[in-house]
């Protein structure tokens, strides 16, 4: 009889340590779910900010791209009104077929 007390004994020794051991455990994934969620959050704000930050850089490459190209016309219009100018300051053109009085 005394040894089922000291087994039974032992056994609720042993139980009472793995609760405990348990408990410590559970506290601990706890503050790890806690620090991931921490974590998460930052990860999150971080990413809006990298949104935040890529929108701008594509608008303002969107904006470069129509600037050049209303540089691009304006030049090959200046060309254009160069190459007319050039046209009228010349003489006209004589022809070798016409005969010279």
């Known amino acids: ?6 087994e039974f004994g032992k056994q609720l020794f042993s139980l009472t340590q793995k609760q405990q051991k348990q408990e410590e455990d559970i506290k601990e994934l706890r503050q790890d779910i806690r ?3 921490k974590d998460l959050t930052e990860l999150r704000q971080e ?11 594509i608008f ?9 190209q209303r540089d691009r016309e304006n030049l090959l219009l200046r060309l ?3 190459l007319l ?3 009228r300051a010349l003489p006209p053109f004589d022809s070798p ?5």
Do not use: F, H
């Open 1 to 6: 009889m005394l040894e089922k007390i000291v």
């Open 47 to 57: 990413m809006n900010n990298l949104t935040r930050v890529v929108e701008r850089v």
């Open 60 to 68: 303002e490459v969107q904006k470069d791209r129509e600037a050049a």
């Open 80 to 82: 254009e009104n160069t």
């Open 97 to 101: 077929d016409k005969e010279k009085p």
């Open 35 to 37: 620090d991931l969620r």
């Open 85 to 87: 100018k050039s046209c």
